[in-house]
């Protein structure tokens, strides 16, 4: 089973800069695609982006030249480099991994426990 740990999460100006954390860990697993997903205040959850073990990203249009996410294979490490942030980027930011059990090679989506982006205006 892999646990996802989330940190970065924080209070800033419009304009400003955030960095999202969220490493993953547990054995007996492949982790394969990774991802952040966001819930602003009374709505769903949607997606912000995600990326691949090779590398490629997807974003969502609402952060496309804004946002980057990388990831740090050997560290099992996702980042989502958060940039010009805007009010309506306020929401509980979600960490999202795939994997494969190497005991059954189930596949699984794991979700981190969420933490809190607020811009203010």
């Known amino acids: 089973q892999v646990q996802l740990v989330e940190s970065g999460g924080g209070l800033v100006e419009a304009g400003g800069s955030l960095r999202l954390s969220c490493a993953a860990s547990?054995?007996?697993?492949?982790?394969?695609?990774m991802g952040w997903y966001r819930q602003p205040p009374g709505k769903q959850r949607e997606l912000v982006a995600v990326?691949?073990?090779?590398?490629?990203?997807n974003y969502a249009d609402s952060v496309k030249g804004r946002f980057t996410i990388s990831r740090d294979n050997a560290k099992n490490t996702v980042y989502l480099h958060m940039a010009s942030l805007k009010p309506e980027d306020t929401a509980v930011y979600y960490c999202?991994?795939?994997?494969?059990?190497?005991?059954?090679?189930?596949?699984?989506?794991?979700w981190g426990q969420g933490t809190q982006v607020t811009v203010s205006s």
């Open positions: 999202n991994a795939n994997s494969i059990s190497t005991y059954d090679l189930t596949v699984h989506d794991q």
């Open positions: 547990g054995r007996g697993s492949t982790i394969f695609g």
């Open positions: 990326i691949t073990t090779g590398g490629t990203a």
